[in-house]
């Protein structure tokens, strides 16, 4: 039988927990954040990326793929709020990698999903984890509009606000399967996603699915954390 001294760190243990929880939680800004100072991630030149002259075009502003490779950056991130911009044209498909143990294996990372509409992957929509979290509510914009995502990564936990809403805030040690989400569906992600890294590059999908169709991105800025 437990002494109710006992009995009160137990329950004195479990509030500091969720408070941390929270705390942890709490990084993720609940609104598009003003960017003003925040570094960019690619620069101008691409001379801080992953990739060969002439598989992406960056001009006046804005990024867009000339094929399917992906853009890597050069530099790993660990905890941060990455925010940016995109615009779709008809049957666009790509997406946002963070935390890459692979930059050869697109299943090494998680990929915040970009796409004109929803292919044939669970959970290919966009605003998903690509295969492992779907959005709560649509938030996407027409073909040919631009669309905003705030993303962040705070230890465990990835958020993201998409067109001003708030459509997911996950704790990824809740994924404890190897192809398996935590509700029950099916995900093609050989290692259980807890056991991801919580390092590594970020990268923008390339031309990618049957149409090849492009997409642009723009305003790519990102606040480091602690």
Not at 44 to 53: E, G, Q, R, Y
Not at 123 to 148: L, R, T
Not at 191 to 219: E, F, S
Request: aromatic letters at 10%; charged letters at 20%; hydrophobic letters at 40%.
């Amino acid at each position: 039988m437990k002494t109710p001294f006992a009995l009160l760190r137990r329950s004195l243990l479990v509030v500091a927990g969720l408070s941390l929880s929270a705390l942890t939680l709490s990084a993720a800004p609940k609104a598009h954040p003003v960017t003003t100072g925040w570094s960019e991630v690619f620069t101008s030149d691409l001379s801080n990326a992953v990739t060969t002259s002439g598989d992406w075009n960056f001009a006046q502003g804005v990024l867009v793929a000339n094929n399917k490779q992906t853009l890597w950056t050069k530099k790993s991130y660990a905890n941060f709020i990455l925010d940016l911009e995109f615009k779709v044209a008809k049957e666009s498909n790509s997406g946002v990698f963070i935390h890459s143990s692979n930059i050869k294996d697109v299943l090494a990372a998680l990929e915040i999903q970009v796409h004109e509409n929803q292919d044939g992957a669970l959970y290919g929509m966009v605003g998903a984890i690509y295969n492992a979290q779907p959005p709560s509510k649509a938030m996407a914009k027409p073909v040919g509009e631009w669309n905003h995502y705030t993303i962040t990564c705070q230890d465990s936990h990835v958020a993201l606000i998409f067109n001003g809403e708030e459509v997911f805030n996950v704790d990824l040690n809740t994924w404890t399967e190897a192809n398996k989400n935590p509700d029950g569906t099916k995900n093609k992600f050989a290692k259980a996603l807890k056991d991801y890294g919580r390092n590594g590059p970020i990268g923008l999908q390339g031309l990618h699915g049957k149409a090849q169709a492009p997409v642009w991105y723009r305003n790519i800025r990102i606040k480091e954390l602690p």
